[in-house]
């Protein structure tokens, strides 16, 4: 079996159905345990206080945001490369869902932010990147709106995602590229020495699975109501042609 059988609308609404039920109760699940075992049974930090606890919201909603533009980015690429429609779908579907983590992201690091550095907002080289990344986020989910022609908004949003792929980079990685900035490095790390602690590392692991899940469940969601659209579009204009 290839894989390119699950770009077929008929096999990806077939199998996305089965699937569907069981990421969104997985996802559930995940946040409701995650968030309760974060904000209400975890201990306050000795430097941080209880506002440490906006963690379990701020980094979450930041790694679905860059994950989710390299979503796109994947869909986008298979779309230029392959000409599947599914796929065009699925980038376009993933751009709200990814736009509003980053604004849960953008909001939830200017609260932290705020008695942690003196100011809500500052012009980091993450916060910066991120910014942009949002303002992209903006400007291809506006393209598709602009175009009528589905193929060409979705070979010039294509574009536009690989460019902005530099900048969903540059939001993981710019605490690497440069030292300079306020922003703290990355909040899970494989080096012990830098490790956070187990008090607050296990609700946040379970807080991400719930939210990439929750990602992918209403990617998948938006994606089906995206090839129904096109269905009762090529319905209607059916219909106008007899």
């Excluded at 574009?159 to 703290?184: E, K």
Aim: hydrophobic share 55%; proline share 4%; aromatic share 14%.
């Amino acid at each position: 079996m290839s894989i390119w059988e699950y770009a077929n609308p008929r096999k990806f609404m077939q199998v996305s159905g089965r699937f569907l039920p069981w990421v969104a109760g997985l996802a559930a699940l995940c946040l409701v345990v995650g968030l309760i075992w974060g904000f209400f049974l975890t201990p306050d930090d000795y430097r941080q206080g209880a506002t440490v606890k906006i963690i379990f919201l701020h980094v979450p909603s930041a790694l679905v945001a860059i994950n989710g533009w390299m979503v796109m980015l994947v869909a986008s690429l298979i779309w230029l490369i392959r000409r599947h429609h599914v796929s065009a779908l699925v980038a376009k579907a993933a751009a709200p869902v990814g736009i509003t983590m980053t604004v849960i992201a953008l909001m939830t690091g200017a609260i932290w932010g705020q008695p942690m550095w003196g100011t809500w907002w500052a012009w980091d080289p993450r916060l910066t990147s991120f910014l942009i990344l949002f303002m992209f986020y903006l400007g291809y989910i506006a393209l598709w709106q602009a175009i009528e022609d589905p193929d060409t908004a979705a070979d010039l949003t294509s574009v536009l995602c690989m460019v902005g792929s530099v900048f969903a980079i540059l939001s993981r990685y710019a605490v690497l590229f440069w030292n300079q900035g306020l922003h703290q490095g990355a909040s899970l790390s494989m080096d012990k020495q830098q490790h956070m602690s187990d008090t607050y590392w296990y609700p946040l692991v379970l807080c991400m699975a719930g939210f990439m899940l929750l990602f992918l469940a209403l990617v998948l969601l938006r994606t089906r109501t995206e090839v129904r659209r096109r269905r009762l579009q090529a319905l209607i204009l059916r219909e106008r042609m007899a």
